[in-house]
């Protein structure tokens, strides 16, 4: 089927403060790498998404991680997956996005050519206001994930140039980010890594600002792409925590009412108190799953956890909670209007 091609490395966005920096990424056999087209028929999208699903993983391989003067070895674990942590002092001068770059040290295949890349790594701006943690599936991306057959539907016959956003998004995010981006946003998703790539083209296709993801652990055979972004979702608050134990900043909360994304906000809310400045939660399901979401807010009065319509709601709120401008409360409606126009 043409889906089989040498080992590749794949490192991801990386991110942290200029004392602390994470990186990280798989190295894989038999991984295609492909690029999505507006005119690709169903038959190449089907392809393609086996293909991130037929990957081997490459456990005990040696990569070299070289950023901003230092460089670290580190193995692979059993899914192929590597993760490091960097520390600096002094700290880091430079902000915003700078690269990293990535050597696999060991011999895979005997005729194998050198496996160098690199990746860009997010540094807290000094001009950070707060941060943005945002959901994907039904939460920036058009997925069905509570209805197995459409969601099946869209992810093998679709790509990432085809697949639809939600309403006003990418206006609503970038307004969050703020005009000189300094805002950061991360997306959390019970999305697998498998998926990373298509994600990161449909962000960049759709004007949806760039960010680090987190996303659940690689998964290496075709029938667990049937329980894609399925789970507990516990994973998502551990990563949630995670970044607010590292970054020294308040954040805004985004997800959808169509899985857990309110109950795991709230705990978050208790937790760290007075760290979130709002969590919205799309509506996506039925009335009585709002009346639950409803009775979740209510449980933490200390921050608005606001069940919204659209985007466009969403940004009223922003806007009279001084996250945005009216400016921005205007565009996000613009843009929200023009797509249902």
């Known amino acids: 089927m043409g889906l089989l091609t040498p080992p590749v490395i794949l490192p991801y966005r990386g991110y942290g403060t200029p004392s ?186 759709q004007g949806i600002p760039r960010g680090p993801f987190l996303l659940q652990e690689l998964k290496t055979n075709l029938y667990r792409l049937l329980k894609s972004g399925g789970g507990t979702h516990r994973h998502k608050i551990e990563k949630i925590r995670k970044l607010l134990d590292l970054f020294p900043l308040d954040f805004v909360l985004i997800g959808d009412s169509g899985q857990r994304d309110a109950y795991l906000y709230a705990e978050i809310i208790k937790e760290y108190p007075g760290r979130i400045k709002a969590a919205y939660i799309r509506d996506v399901s039925k009335n009585a799953r709002d009346e639950e979401i409803l009775k979740v807010a209510d449980s933490v009065k200390s921050v608005d956890l606001v069940l919204v319509r659209d985007t466009a709601h969403a940004a009223e709120h922003a806007y009279r909670h001084g996250l945005i401008n009216r400016n921005d409360m205007e565009k996000v409606h613009k843009n929200t209007d023009e797509a249902f126009s």
């Open 20 to 205: 602390r920096v994470i990186l990280k990424g798989h190295v894989l056999d038999d991984r295609k790498l492909y690029e999505a087209g507006h005119e690709d028929r169903k038959r190449r999208n089907f392809k393609a998404m086996l293909s991130r699903y037929m990957a081997d993983a490459l456990p005990d391989i040696r990569v070299s991680v070289s950023f901003q003067g230092q460089e670290k070895i580190v193995t692979t674990n059993e899914t192929g997956f590597f993760e490091v942590t960097m520390e600096f002092d002094p700290p880091l001068t430079g902000n915003g996005w700078l690269n990293a770059e990535y050597t696999v040290l060991d011999k895979i295949v005997d005729d194998q050519k050198p496996m160098v890349t690199q990746k860009e790594v997010y540094i807290l701006d000094k001009a950070a206001q707060f941060g943005i943690i945002s959901d994907v599936d039904d939460t920036i991306l058009i997925s069905h994930a509570t209805r197995t057959l459409r969601k099946m539907r869209l992810i093998l016959t679709k790509n990432a140039k085809t697949r639809l956003p939600f309403a006003g998004v990418a206006a609503f995010y970038e307004v969050l980010a703020g005009q000189s981006r300094s805002n950061p946003i991360f997306y959390v998703s019970s999305s697998e890594w498998n998926l990373y790539d298509f994600l990161e083209d449909f962000c960049e296709t």
